[in-house]
Antibody, heavy 121, light 106 residues
Framework: QLHLQESGPGLVKPSETLSLTCTVSGGSLNTHYWTWIRQPPGKGLEYIGYIYYSGIINFNPSLKSRVSISVDTFRNQFSLNVSSVTAADTAVYYC???????????????WGKGTTVTVSS | EVVMTQSPVTLSLSPGERATLSCRASQTVSSSYLSWYQQKPGQAPRLLIYGASTRATGIPARFSGSGSGADYTLTISSLQAEDFAVYYCLMDYNLVFGGGTKVEIK
């Protein structure tokens, strides 16, 4: 059974870079797209972006200038970096698999439990 | 930029009642990329419906999705105690979630 687990610092200082890793177990990264989603406290979900193992990437335009996503197929991990963080980047960060295909549908079918990141000095 | 608007923001219903949740796009979108998620407090979202109308694996038949163009609906035919939660629609093509509808116990 596919399992996703987020990891990274729970506290980041303003203006620094937030770095998170999602470790995938029970399956390979060499299929599907892999995504990052976040949820500020008490608010809704925000799609950050996704990556395919080949390097195809797509980002939410509102975050594109500060975000990077990379994939390490040998470690079965993918990572998120958000630069120049502010308090507005405080959120629960989820990684998820983007299931489906271009012939039928795309959706987020397997999620990690999420990790809380607080931006504060 | 596509905006996904969910209504109502809060839906107050009793167990056994029917819930109808709306998700409206600011322009015509592809139903292939429209999915619905349920989120309970402290938990990750769970996929309910994809391709606008296909139930995900293990999702009870009381959950159904419909719609096309810019208007989509999630229906819960008879609310069970475990269905009281927040529901989000997602237009994956544009990486946009709706703002959510909270279904609460009346």
């Amino acid at each position: 059974q596919l399992h996703l687990q987020e990891s990274g610092p729970g506290l980041v200082k303003p203006s620094e870079t937030l770095s998170l890793t999602c470790t995938v177990s029970g399956g390979s990264l060499n299929t599907h797209y892999w995504t990052w989603i976040r949820q500020p406290p008490g608010k809704g979900l925000e799609y950050i972006g996704y990556i395919y193992y080949s390097g195809i990437i797509n980002f939410n335009p509102s975050l594109k200038s500060r975000v990077s996503i990379s994939v390490d197929t040998f470690r079965n991990q993918f990572s998120l970096n958000v630069s120049s963080v502010t308090a507005a980047d405080t959120a629960v960060y989820y990684c998820a698999r983007r299931g489906g295909n271009s012939y039928s549908a795309y959706y987020l079918d397997v999620w990690g439990k999420g990790t809380t990141v607080t931006v504060s000095s | 930029e596509v905006v996904m608007t969910q209504s109502p923001v809060t839906l107050s219903l009793s167990p056994g009642e029917r819930a109808t949740l709306s998700c409206r796009a600011s322009q015509t979108v592809s139903s292939s990329y429209l999915s619905w998620y349920q989120q309970k407090p402290g938990q990750a979202p769970r996929l309910l419906i994809y391709g606008a109308s296909t139930r995900a694996t293990g999702i009870p038949a009381r959950f159904s999705g419909s719609g096309s163009g810019a208007d989509y609906t999630l229906t819960i035919s008879s609310l069970q105690a475990e269905d009281f939660a927040v529901y989000y629609c997602l237009m994956d093509y544009n990486l946009v979630f709706g703002g959510g509808t909270k279904v609460e116990i009346k």
